[in-house]
């Protein structure tokens, strides 16, 4: 083992220990360390720790590591609820080692850091703008209602390793919804999986609980509605089991009410709903504009296009576009003018076509709902690159135990 790396000032080789002490966290779920020079990507950590750590992947500029000893423990380390969540294991929780507290911290950091590094935000904007992600209500286990379990090579249900594609069999994930942790999908009690690539789960906040095989692009019922029922922004809502849906049951009802505070739709507006899914912020917009505005929903998944239509059909100032966001913007498949927009793209971000596209059609507020704070940072870039700003910012915990976040943005135009 390496106490101060390797005399001749060479990088640490995979599978080679290191004592290092650890720095500051970065995105991805990590925090950053420096060993004579080189830069070191440690899981497992937390700040101000000194820790032994084993090089598990190798690159030109970097390495990444797992802390597999802790010689110096933070105030803020506690032991992981789950077994699992350990080096060389399970890969879907990033944070278990940490308290909720510090967790919310090191989300809030991250989420700072990506606004000055890729946002290109001055450190006094930053400060105006105060980020810091909160809490949703409910614990830090029990709250995912959707959960997708891969299938090894014995037909085993289980989760992947961190950045691989190898299956952890487990007989239980602690953060899953508690109606899913019931349902006899994983070993050693679990029925097999022989012919799947995956299993889903859910379970709604309608109460419904559904089971769906998957095998490449073929879906199929194992248990439970093809549909299921959930509650959120004052209506009940029908969505495909395998459709797209926030996972944290508290998320849809918070983000729908950080959007509606920030934009403030005003009777009579006409509104764009972009990557509008089943119709969530689409719904909550028609009711704040009325009948006599306008809101189009533009999605491009076949599930949600459907699911939109169905869940506002009583909603007559909703118009459905289906089609990708770029090219109904480019199409001219939706047109203004147009008062607001409210989107909520992929994890990628919705990327610089669209955001010209929007800046092009000069509303009067962008409220930009994101589940990736290196994607939102970036297209912040290119709303202020058009001279917009970011005027107002709120952090939320939807997927606690994990390095994920989710924040509503507020973008304004020029004055």
Not at 52 to 66: F, N, S
Not at 99 to 106: G, M, N
Not at 175 to 190: D, E, K, N, R, Y
Not at 262 to 282: K, Q
Request: net charge neutral; aromatic share 4%; proline share 9%.
């Amino acid at each position: 083992m390496t106490a101060a790396g390797p005399a001749t000032g060479a990088p640490p080789e995979e599978a080679e220990r290191v004592e290092l002490t650890v720095g500051a966290v970065a995105h991805g779920g990590h925090c950053v360390a420096r060993l004579d020079g080189h830069v070191i990507f440690v899981r497992h950590a937390l700040p101000g720790e000194r820790v032994v750590a084993e090089i598990t992947e190798v690159h030109r500029a970097y390495r990444r590591a797992d802390a597999v000893e802790i010689l110096e423990a933070s105030p803020d380390r506690v032991t992981p609820p789950c077994p699992y969540a350990r080096p060389g294991v399970c890969g879907g929780c990033d944070l278990q080692h940490a308290t909720p507290a510090a967790q919310l911290d090191w989300k809030s950091a991250v989420l700072r850091e990506q606004l000055a590094r890729l946002g290109g935000l001055a450190p006094d904007e930053i400060e105006a703008l105060a980020p810091r992600v909160e809490a949703l209500p409910g614990g830090p286990l029990g709250w995912r209602s959707r959960v997708r379990y891969a299938i090894d090579a014995a037909g085993r249900a289980g989760l992947l390793k961190h950045r691989s594609h190898e299956v952890v069999p487990i007989d239980r994930c602690l953060i899953a919804h508690p109606a899913i942790q019931q349902l006899p999908v994983l070993p050693p009690t679990g029925r097999r999986w022989p012919t799947g690539d995956a299993v889903e789960t859910v379970a709604s906040s309608g109460g419904d609980v559904a089971v769906r095989a998957v095998s490449g692009e073929t879906v199929s019922a194992v248990d439970g509605p093809e549909e299921v029922r959930e509650r959120a922004a004052g209506r009940r809502w029908r969505v495909p089991a395998e459709a797209f849906w926030q996972v944290h049951p508290a998320a849809p009802d918070t983000l729908v009410n950080a959007v509606l505070e920030l934009v403030e739709p005003r009777e009579g507006e006409s509104a764009w709903d972009l990557y509008g899914g089943a119709g969530l912020f689409a719904a909550a917009l028609a009711g704040r504009v009325g009948p006599a505005g306008r809101v189009t929903l533009v999605e491009s998944a076949p599930l949600g296009v459907a699911a939109a239509r169905d869940n506002l059909r009583d909603l007559p100032q909703v118009e459905i576009v289906a089609a990708r966001v770029e090219s109904a913007l480019e199409r001219r498949r939706i047109t203004g003018p147009v008062d607001l927009v409210v989107l909520d793209p992929p994890r990628s971000g919705a990327g610089a076509r669209v955001v010209r596209a929007l800046v092009g059609a000069r509303p009067r507020a962008v409220g930009y709902v994101a589940c990736d704070p290196a994607a939102f940072a970036r297209d912040v870039r290119t709303f202020r690159e058009a001279g917009w700003r970011l005027a107002a910012l709120r952090g939320y915990d939807c997927f606690p135990m994990t390095q994920h976040l989710e924040c509503v943005g507020l973008l304004l135009p020029p004055s």
